[in-house]
């Protein structure tokens, strides 16, 4: 059983950057794939970004189109946490943020929040104009 936990939301404002930061216990971090998705209110959970691991020990990255460049995701395998940093937020990235965990091995991770077995239980972000 995967346990996750979100921090480092918060308030920030346009063009600003934050840290959110997601603490996996529980289970096999190192070999799964983990992702962050958003809800903003009203809206659907959309995938944001994940980084797989592979037979090599390399994780890979990915990302959504709307955060490409901006965001980055990271994982430190030795301390079973991933990160997201947002750097130049939009007011349209306010939204609650989640961390997820797909224990399933998929050639390329999945972007559906559907494949994802384990949740955390979010950290909002509010980015004023």
């Known amino acids: 059983q995967v346990q996750l936990v979100e921090s480092g939301g918060g308030l920030v404002q346009a063009g600003g950057s934050l840290r959110l930061s997601c603490a996996a216990s529980?289970?096999?971090?190192?070999?799964?794939?983990m992702g962050w998705f958003r809800q903003a209110p009203g809206e659907e959970r959309e995938f944001v970004a994940a980084?797989?691991?592979?037979?090599?020990?390399?994780?890979?990255?990915y990302y959504a189109d709307s955060v490409k460049g901006r965001f980055t995701i990271a994982r430190d395998n030795a301390k079973n946490t991933v990160y997201l940093q947002m750097a130049s937020l939009k007011p349209a990235a306010t939204a609650v943020y989640f961390c997820?965990?797909?224990?399933?091995?998929?050639?390329?991770?999945?972007?559906?929040?559907?494949?994802?077995?384990?949740w955390g239980q979010g950290t909002p972000v509010t980015v004023s104009s």
């Open positions: 980084t797989s691991w592979n037979a090599w020990n390399a994780a890979r990255t």
């Open positions: 997820a965990a797909d224990t399933v091995r998929r050639s390329v991770p999945a972007r559906g929040p559907g494949a994802y077995d384990y």
């Open positions: 529980g289970g096999a971090f190192s070999t799964a794939t």
